[in-house]
């Protein structure tokens, strides 16, 4: 560096705004691919119209879980898979604001899973972002619902027995109005899914593949983070619009990414504004004809 | 720059110029910069930062045309491009 650099302030970058930059470094692996998905985070954030102090981020626990503690903004650090119940509890007292919760695939998806499944059945307006680096980083690379079938960690030495979870299929059965996958490499279209997600009404998920070299690339042979990004990358196609069930993580033949879900559908706080101001006529809404009932021929 | 085939409008594509900042302590040495710029901007430092990764360095400043991408793909917000007068 030349003398004058030296001498000249070095300017900022542009998300030190949104860091909480006295914490930075940050406390994941060198390579690690949730830090590429939380500066798409923040990008999303950075570009949004809504108020900075009516937007805020739960995390749980795990490597991603950390995340809430490196942004400037509102946000909580929860439990082991409560991210989602805390987030429905903030988002239902402050209904204007838009709450992201940002975890991984262990936390969201297993010890959180029924809080999952039910917030998207109810369809609470959240915005969950799920990154997903196939096992549990964190305490060591154990297996996760998300390891392919085959692949190795430390407590599958032989390689996992078990089918895994397809997470974006099980969003939409559950009703999410916007579900997507990105890989960490596809950035602006990930940063872009993250933006229409956070604009969606209802319970939408994005989730990102991305590296884990220390814990999950090193027992598979990838050990070089720039190996594994390059992998899944080079793996996925893209198919927009395809039904859910078949949009597979298929590392042989189709690592499916893409906007799968775009719906709309009453929220939660919809429905129960309805419901509470006596707003819904009687159920079933076509009414029950008694005598007309038990004349139809069971079978 | 180098096309396939000549673009109708080439005389009217601006191509912006950009000014690459390294923030060196925070860099993990990833490499994931230096192999996803298409300009050849960058290169592997032989020192080491604080923490004792290599880090990259702005080896062709001329050829960085802005586009931002070795910050977006930098897990570390080590890394940033700005907008340079051309
Ligand atoms: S263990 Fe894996 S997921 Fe956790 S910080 Fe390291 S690379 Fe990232
Ligand atoms: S802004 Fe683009 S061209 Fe310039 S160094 Fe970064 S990746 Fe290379
Ligand atoms: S992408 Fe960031 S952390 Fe990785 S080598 Fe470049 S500046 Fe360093």
Same mark, same amino acid.
């Given at each position: 560096m030349s003398a004058q650099a030296q001498a000249a302030p070095q300017a900022a970058h542009p998300q030190d705004e949104l860091l909480r930059t006295d914490r930075i470094p940050h406390i994941w692996c060198s390579g690690c691919g949730i830090g590429i998905a939380f500066g798409s985070l923040m990008a999303a954030i950075a570009k949004c119209d809504t108020p900075r102090d009516d937007i805020s981020v739960v995390s749980g626990i795990g490597c991603t879980g950390r995340l809430a503690g490196y942004i400037h903004l509102d946000s909580f650090h929860t439990t082991h898979g409560r991210a989602i119940p805390f987030a429905t509890g903030l988002h239902l007292t402050r209904p204007q604001n838009k709450v992201i919760v940002a975890s991984g695939d262990g936390d969201l998806l297993a010890i959180g899973g029924n809080h999952f499944i039910h917030a998207a059945r109810r369809n609470v307006d959240l915005t969950v972002i799920c990154v997903n680096?196939?096992?549990?980083?964190?305490?060591?690379g154990q297996l996760a619902p998300? +390891?392919?079938?085959?692949a190795k960690t430390t407590t599958t030495p032989m390689g996992s027995p078990d089918e895994p979870f397809n997470f974006c299929a099980l969003a939409a059965a559950c009703g999410a109005t916007y579900v997507a996958r990105w890989t960490a490499l596809h950035i602006r279209r990930l940063t872009t899914a993250i933006s229409e997600a956070m604009n969606k009404k209802g319970f939408s998920f994005v989730e990102v593949i991305a590296p884990c070299p220390t814990a999950f690339g090193r027992r598979n042979k990838i050990r070089r983070s720039l190996d594994l990004l390059r992998f899944y990358y080079e793996r996925s196609v893209v198919k927009n619009h395809l039904a859910p069930g078949e949009a597979t993580i298929d590392f042989d033949n189709k690592l499916v990414v893409g906007k799968f879900v775009d719906i709309e559908r009453p929220t939660y706080l919809d429905q129960y504004d309805m419901v509470n101001r006596g707003?819904?006529?009687?159920?079933?809404? +076509?009414?029950?004809d008694a005598s007309a009932a038990g004349q139809r021929k069971a079978g | 720059m180098k096309f396939w085939r000549e673009p109708l409008d080439v005389g009217d594509i601006k191509v912006t110029k950009g000014k690459v900042t390294v923030v060196e302590e925070r860099c993990k040495g990833c490499e994931f910069c230096i192999s996803y710029c298409s300009r050849g901007v960058l290169a592997m430092s032989q020192t080491f930062n604080r923490k004792g990764y290599h880090f990259p360095e702005?080896?062709?400043?001329?050829?960085?045309?802005?586009?931002?991408f070795c910050e977006v793909i930098c897990p570390e917000f080590a890394i940033f491009s700005q907008e340079e007068d051309q």
């Amino acid at each position: 560096m030349s003398a004058q650099a030296q001498a000249a302030p070095q300017a900022a970058h542009p998300q030190d705004e949104l860091l909480r930059t006295d914490r930075i470094p940050h406390i994941w692996c060198s390579g690690c691919g949730i830090g590429i998905a939380f500066g798409s985070l923040m990008a999303a954030i950075a570009k949004c119209d809504t108020p900075r102090d009516d937007i805020s981020v739960v995390s749980g626990i795990g490597c991603t879980g950390r995340l809430a503690g490196y942004i400037h903004l509102d946000s909580f650090h929860t439990t082991h898979g409560r991210a989602i119940p805390f987030a429905t509890g903030l988002h239902l007292t402050r209904p204007q604001n838009k709450v992201i919760v940002a975890s991984g695939d262990g936390d969201l998806l297993a010890i959180g899973g029924n809080h999952f499944i039910h917030a998207a059945r109810r369809n609470v307006d959240l915005t969950v972002i799920c990154v997903n680096n196939f096992n549990y980083g964190m305490t060591g690379g154990q297996l996760a619902p998300s +390891t392919p079938f085959g692949a190795k960690t430390t407590t599958t030495p032989m390689g996992s027995p078990d089918e895994p979870f397809n997470f974006c299929a099980l969003a939409a059965a559950c009703g999410a109005t916007y579900v997507a996958r990105w890989t960490a490499l596809h950035i602006r279209r990930l940063t872009t899914a993250i933006s229409e997600a956070m604009n969606k009404k209802g319970f939408s998920f994005v989730e990102v593949i991305a590296p884990c070299p220390t814990a999950f690339g090193r027992r598979n042979k990838i050990r070089r983070s720039l190996d594994l990004l390059r992998f899944y990358y080079e793996r996925s196609v893209v198919k927009n619009h395809l039904a859910p069930g078949e949009a597979t993580i298929d590392f042989d033949n189709k690592l499916v990414v893409g906007k799968f879900v775009d719906i709309e559908r009453p929220t939660y706080l919809d429905q129960y504004d309805m419901v509470n101001r006596g707003e819904l006529e009687a159920w079933p809404a +076509t009414g029950v004809d008694a005598s007309a009932a038990g004349q139809r021929k069971a079978g | 720059m180098k096309f396939w085939r000549e673009p109708l409008d080439v005389g009217d594509i601006k191509v912006t110029k950009g000014k690459v900042t390294v923030v060196e302590e925070r860099c993990k040495g990833c490499e994931f910069c230096i192999s996803y710029c298409s300009r050849g901007v960058l290169a592997m430092s032989q020192t080491f930062n604080r923490k004792g990764y290599h880090f990259p360095e702005v080896v062709a400043p001329k050829l960085c045309v802005n586009c931002h991408f070795c910050e977006v793909i930098c897990p570390e917000f080590a890394i940033f491009s700005q907008e340079e007068d051309q």
